[in-house]
């Protein structure tokens, strides 16, 4: 991964919002943007604009993965800010939150020539940074939208419209999070009966926020005296 020079003009923006998180933990992912600004990791770095590392609130409890940068994104360096980021401020709202609220990002950093879908190397080449975007930002939530992020995170192959709307438990960034899975809002403008079902599984955002997920802790070995049981079996684990 190559890096530039100087800290790229939009991930000041990306931060401007935040000065109640805490100013180191900011500040490291202010550094690792700082970094991907200048990825040359796939071919996609050709055609870009500018890398679209992601934006809000750094410290979140809620986070959405999307897919890819689109045309406005590419051009302003921020995800959703298209009529499809206008449609997720709005099903924000009627949850009670705010875009500075959550932190949004997508599966791609960078825009694939005409917005056709991302191919598994560029996956491939960019899902690292994603992850330690998730590990560092610590949400409970992760909500994907579509089927790329959905597939990503959730390391199965079934598509949006099997599990939208099915929370589960994984482990992002070395921590337990609830994943949910969402239709990404571009496919529910153009479809109320989609619109519909996004609205409904949105509304259940805030129960899933309020749920508690058990942190992972490494089990300790129990101590015994000696002989106080009979020798293990050997388990067959091939």
Known sequence: MAC???LHPQVGVIFATVSAVPVEHVDELQAYAQAVSGCTRC???QGRTQVVFGAGNPHADLMFVGEAPGFHEDKQGLPFVGQAGKLLEKLLAQIGLARSDVYIA???KCRPPGNRDPQPDEIEACESHLFRQIELIEP???ATLGNFATKLLSGRP???TKVHGQEQET???GRKVL???LYHPAAAL?????????ESDFARLPELLGRSVEPIVEAQPELTLVGSRPPAEQLGLF
């Not at 153009?190 to 996004?198: A, D, R, V």
């Open 4 to 6: 530039t020079d100087s």
């Open 43 to 45: 071919r996609l770095a």
């Open 106 to 108: 997508n599966v791609l």
């Open 140 to 142: 409970t939530v992760v």
């Open 158 to 160: 079934l598509g949006i």
């Open 171 to 173: 482990t992002l960034g």
């Open 179 to 181: 994943l949910f899975p």
């Open 190 to 198: 153009y479809t109320p009966t989609m619109l519909k079902i996004l």
